[in-house]
C-alpha cells in the first residue's frame, strides 16, 4: 500500500504561481511513477503532467500546461510536487496525485495504482 497526501493548494490570482506537494509513504517511493491529474465537477479527471521512477529522468506535460507546469521528485522525501506558473482560471481544478508501480508515467489515470485525496487550486481572473 501506499498513502498519497497532497497540499499545496489555495486560491491565486490569474497570473500567479502555487506549488503542490504530495507527499507519499508506505513503500519505496522511488520505485512508483508518480502522476498529477485533475477534475472539475461535471468533467473527468484530466491527465496533467507525470514523472518516471527513481531519478525522474523523463516527465510527461499535458499540452495545457506545458512551459508553464513543471513536475519534479525528490526521493529522499518521499515527495513529488507540481511547481505552477502563469496560472489560469482554467487552471482551476481538484489536483490528485497519483503513483503507478512502474518505471515509466502514463497518462491514463486507469495505469495508476494509488491515489490521493487531492487539493483544490482556484485560479480567479
Known amino acids: 500500500q501506499v498513502q498519497l497526501v497532497e497540499s499545496g493548494g489555495g486560491l491565486v490570482q490569474a497570473g500567479g504561481s502555487l506549488r503542490l506537494s504530495c507527499a507519499a509513504s508506505?513503500?519505496?517511493?522511488?520505485?512508483?511513477?508518480m502522476g498529477w491529474f485533475r477534475q472539475t465537477p461535471g468533467k473527468e479527471r484530466e491527465f496533467v503532467a507525470a514523472?518516471?521512477?527513481?531519478?525522474?529522468?523523463?516527465?510527461d506535460y499535458a499540452d495545457s500546461v506545458k512551459g508553464r507546469f513543471t513536475i519534479a521528485r525528490d526521493n529522499a522525501k518521499n515527495t513529488v510536487y507540481l511547481q505552477m506558473n502563469s496560472l489560469k482560471p482554467e487552471d482551476t481544478a481538484v489536483y490528485y496525485c497519483?503513483?503507478?508501480?512502474?518505471?515509466?508515467?502514463?497518462?491514463?489515470?486507469?495505469?495508476?495504482?494509488?491515489w490521493g485525496q487531492g487539493t483544490q487550486v482556484t485560479v480567479s481572473s
Open positions: 497519483a503513483a503507478k508501480r512502474a518505471r515509466y508515467s502514463d497518462d491514463r489515470e486507469s495505469e495508476y495504482d494509488y
Open positions: 514523472i518516471s521512477w527513481f531519478t525522474g529522468s523523463s516527465t
Open positions: 508506505g513503500r519505496t517511493f522511488s520505485n512508483y511513477a
